[in-house]
């Protein structure tokens, strides 16, 4: 299997964390891109911020429950690159199905490409991890989003099982070299 382009890859020396949100306080009077983290998700920010790398540069896409997830490790630097998967989807029904097909390949009317998802992730990964330096960059994001872009930057095998069993947060540190995200151990 060949490399990727290098918008995806960028330069090799900065050490890549990519974090899925934690939870949310959800609802149908607030549209998706305005949760903000819950009780439950706030305490999971706090005990994050122990499995992150110090010194990082804290980069999270626009949307509260993202930015709120890496605040508790440090000053965070929002992006909208990084946001969600842009789509027209009901609150209610079965939206864990919707998504799962989604990661799989199933193109669903008013969702944004994942193409387009892939490049826009990529491009601002490239970016961010120029301006990182030698310093780690650790990126807060979606769990559409991500899957998305892992898949197109590492070949992920199974990207509906992996993004299945994202956890809310998650955390992996992305090795883009060796083509491997490996989860990041819980704090001691």
């Known amino acids: 299997m060949g490399e990727p382009p290098t ?7 900065t050490r890549l964390i990519l974090v899925r949100h934690a939870m949310p306080a ?19 920010a706090i ?13 999270a896409s626009a949307e509260p429950k993202a930015r709120q997830t890496l605040e508790p490790s440090g000053g965070v630097t ?6 969600e998967v842009r789509r027209d989807e009901p609150y209610d029904g079965d939206f ?6 989604y990661v799989k390949g199933v ?8 193409a387009d998802v892939v490049t826009r992730f990529g491009d601002a990964v490239a970016d961010w991890r120029a301006r990182a330096g030698s ?10 989003a991500l899957t998305l872009w892992l898949t197109a930057a590492i070949g992920l095998a199974d990207p509906g099982g ?6 809310l947060p998650d955390a992996f540190s992305v090795d883009l070299t060796t083509r491997q995200a490996d989860r990041l151990p819980p704090a001691p």
């Open 135 to 144: 310093r780690p960059l650790v990126v807060a994001s979606h769990g559409m």
């Open 162 to 167: 992996f993004w299945s069993a994202l956890q």
């Open 107 to 114: 193109a669903h009317p008013g969702w944004e490409s994942p």
């Open 96 to 101: 864990r199905a919707r998504r799962l097909a």
């Open 26 to 44: 959800y609802g149908p009077d607030q549209p998706a891109e305005e949760w903000p983290l819950d009780p439950a998700g706030q305490t999971a």
């Open 47 to 59: 005990a994050l911020r122990r499995r992150l790398p110090p010194g990082a540069l804290l980069v």
């Open 7 to 13: 918008p995806i890859l960028g330069p090799a020396r």
């Open 78 to 83: 929002v992006d909208p690159r990084f946001g």
